[in-house]
């Protein structure tokens, strides 16, 4: 079983920037494929960006691409997502998620991109 634990949202102007964070638990961080995604009021949720096991290997949706740069550092079993230049179409819960061949996620952070 996998804990994973998001923090880092927030109210955030356009154009500004926000780090999140992904801390997992309960099994080797490594072992696993961490994406994070997003939904929006009304809307299905959407992969945001994805990566690798050791991080050599990166995904993004072309609504973030140039903009989110996702990341990991398995010493901290932490995954980041860096949003700069965000947009009020940002605005979502942000989740990440844990792949193995079992799937965990994790209880979502809000971003609010609003003046």
């Known amino acids: 079983q996998v804990q994973l634990v998001e923090s880092g949202g927030g109210l955030v102007q356009p154009g500004g920037s926000l780090r999140l964070s992904c801390t997992a638990s309960?099994?080797?961080?490594?072992?696993?494929?961490m994406s994070w995604y997003r939904q929006a009021p009304g809307k299905e949720r959407e992969l945001v960006a994805g990566?690798?096991?050791?991080?050599?290997?990166?995904n993004y949706a072309d609504s973030v691409k140039g903009r989110f740069t996702i990341s990991r550092d398995n010493a901290k079993n932490t995954v980041y997502l860096q949003m700069n230049s965000l947009k009020p179409e940002d605005t979502a819960v942000y989740y990440c998620?844990?792949?193995?061949?079992?799937?965990?996620w994790g209880q979502g952070t809000q971003v609010t991109v609003s003046s």
């Open positions: 309960g099994d080797t961080f490594s072992n696993y494929v």
């Open positions: 998620k844990a792949s193995r061949n079992v799937v965990y």
């Open positions: 990566i690798t096991k050791t991080g050599a290997m990166t």
